[in-house]
């Protein structure tokens, strides 16, 4: 397995990191206080295709590989977390299915408007009542009435929905089929009875919004089903592997970003006659973090690379997103740490990069589930 990136793939990971340096990170700290992302950045994203990575040609798309999908999410991650966990959860939350799943109708009435860097995608299967357990929790349900569904329920936690054109939502569409009694529904913000709630007031990623769905008695065409009805469940377990290297991937990002910051200060910062950096004990937390950010970053690379060769990264992704979220909560305390006092001023980077990458052993899998995962799968290569 050979971990070398293409020509073509370093000089995609040098434009994107060109545009974040320019159009994200100096905004990153604005973008948090006013919990309003910066649409004059994302307009520009299409250009090099953030707003459609893996969206076909023939829909205005990328169609990248799933490396050169990390080598972008890590270079979001590094340059502000809201923005790169809306953007994110729109390419692998919302455009894959629709790529994976929709019919050709379905392609043409969303793609275009998601691709635009005009408006961002939504994926909803939390809801208050569950989140790891969906196949025992869910119970928002749409049954057919006519020529529509019927949509009642609730959604919690969900990213992006006040800007998408479209919400994906898991529903059951059969309460005794257990994990084949659910369906994706293509759901349009503006449908009479669906309440897009305010944001929710969260920890970090304040420029990401995150807020809750009501449906009352919500009405959808028959042909908003997205796929094969009773395949709901299996299509969100699929969009969650693949989901999951793109959060590894945004955690690289986040850590390298908070490591570049302590590495800094410390060069700068003076005590007891001598830089902080020419102290063991500093030199110790650099020492970690930059061996687990490369070894996390390989296996965010490994999962990708074998999803791009079509074989099994159910495990693999699993593994990375655990090991690199995992990282990023111990890189970001240790860059706090480094910075004494001024790490935990607002004035510092490292304050918001730390609040930021909190929900990342939470979100898309606890990393509690991605041991589940894990588990599951080595005891399965030993039966
Ligand atoms: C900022 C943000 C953005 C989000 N975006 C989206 C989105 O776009 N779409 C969406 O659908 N959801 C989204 N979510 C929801 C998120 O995916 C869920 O919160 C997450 O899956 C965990 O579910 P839960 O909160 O219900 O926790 P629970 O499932 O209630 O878990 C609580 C605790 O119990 C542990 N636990 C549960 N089951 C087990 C078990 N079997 N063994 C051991 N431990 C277990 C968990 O690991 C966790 O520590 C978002 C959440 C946030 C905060």
Redesign the pocket.
């Known amino acids: 397995m050979d971990f070398e990136l293409t020509q073509e793939q370093k000089m995609y990971q040098r434009a994107v990191h060109d545009f974040c340096a320019a159009e994200v990170k100096p905004f990153a700290a604005e973008v948090d206080a006013s919990g309003e992302l910066r649409w004059e950045a994302i307009r520009k994203m299409p250009q090099l295709g953030l707003t459609a990575l893996q969206v076909p040609e023939e829909y205005g798309g990328a169609a990248l590989d799933t490396v050169s999908v990390v080598l972008a999410l890590e270079e979001l991650g590094w340059a502000c977390g809201s923005t790169a966990?809306s953007i994110a959860?729109h390419n692998g939350?919302c455009c894959a299915p629709l790529v994976n799943w929709g019919s050709a109708a379905q392609k043409e009435r969303y793609l275009p408007k998601l691709v635009s860097g005009e408006a961002l995608g939504?994926?909803?299967?939390?809801?208050p009542?569950?989140?790891?357990?969906l196949a025992g929790?869910v119970q928002t349900s749409a049954v057919k009435e006519g020529d529509s569904w019927i949509i009642d329920g609730s959604?919690?936690?969900?990213?992006?929905p006040r800007y998408a054109p479209v919400i994906v939502t898991?529903v059951r569409t059969d309460k005794q089929a257990g994990t084949r009694g659910f369906s994706m529904l293509l759901v349009e913000p503006g449908t009479a009875g669906l309440t897009i709630h305010a944001p929710?007031k969260?920890m970090g990623?304040n420029g990401?919004p995150?807020q809750m769905l009501s449906f009352d008695e919500v009405r959808v065409p028959l042909d908003a089903l997205l796929g094969a009805e009773g395949q709901g469940f299996q299509q969100t377990m699929q969009t969650l592997d693949s989901g999951r290297i793109g959060i590894g991937a945004l955690c690289l990002g986040l850590a390298r970003a908070a490591f570049e910051e302590g590495v800094n200060y410390a060069r700068q910062r003076r005590a007891f006659g001598k830089a902080i950096a020419d102290h063991q004990a500093i030199q110790w937390m650099i020492a970690d973090a930059a061996t687990e950010i490369d070894a996390a970053r390989l296996m965010v690379y490994r999962a990708a690379w074998l999803k791009d060769q079509g074989r099994d990264f159910s495990k693999q992704a699993a593994m990375a997103k655990l090991m690199a979220s995992e990282v990023a909560e111990r890189v970001c305390r240790n860059a706090i740490q480094i910075h004494g006092s001024y790490g935990y001023s607002r004035e510092f980077p490292v304050e918001r990069i730390y609040r930021d990458q909190r929900?990342m052993t939470?979100?898309?899998?606890?990393?509690?589930?991605q041991?589940?995962v894990i588990a599951r799968n080595v005891l399965r290569e030993f039966a």
């Open positions: 966990l959860a939350l939504s994926l909803a299967l939390t809801e009542g569950a989140g790891s357990d929790g959604k919690a936690w969900i990213t992006n898991l929710e969260k990623l990401s995150t929900l939470i979100g898309e899998g606890t990393s509690e589930i041991r589940l």
